[in-house]
């Protein structure tokens, strides 16, 4: 006969731990005044958390040209392929419409 697994306790059978002395859970903190302006905006009703970036402009800078230089990167390939194929694309466009050019194959004499 098979082993059976006990049943796991749901989310809603756990206790919600309470903090009657006011302080904040251990990973959290108060934030610094320089926010205080925006956080007397929001509704007391919610729960918000914020995350405060502490990493300097210059790092955030020099991270997000990586992706920007592969955007610009991917998008000149792009755009020298449209310039390289496109007059042979336009042709082929043109010999369907009916227009003869090199492109244009025929089935029987012309």
């Given amino acids: 006969m098979a082993r059976q697994r006990k049943a ?3 989310a809603s059978t756990t206790k919600p731990v309470k903090r009657n002395d006011g302080r904040l859970p251990s990973p959290y903190k108060r934030p610094p005044e320089v926010l205080q302006p925006i956080i007397e905006t929001f509704d007391e009703k919610h729960v918000y958390i914020m995350h405060v970036d502490s990493k300097p402009r210059a790092f955030k800078r020099k991270i997000f040209m990586v992706p920007v230089l592969m955007n610009v990167a991917i998008v000149a390939l792009f755009a020298w392929r449209v310039y390289y194929i496109g ?5 082929l466009v043109t010999s369907a419409m009916g227009y003869w050019n090199e492109t244009t194959m025929s089935a029987g004499a012309r």
Wanted: aromatic content about 24%; charged content about 25%.
């Fill in 8 to 10: 796991a306790k749901s």
């Fill in 87 to 91: 007059p042979y694309y336009l042709r």
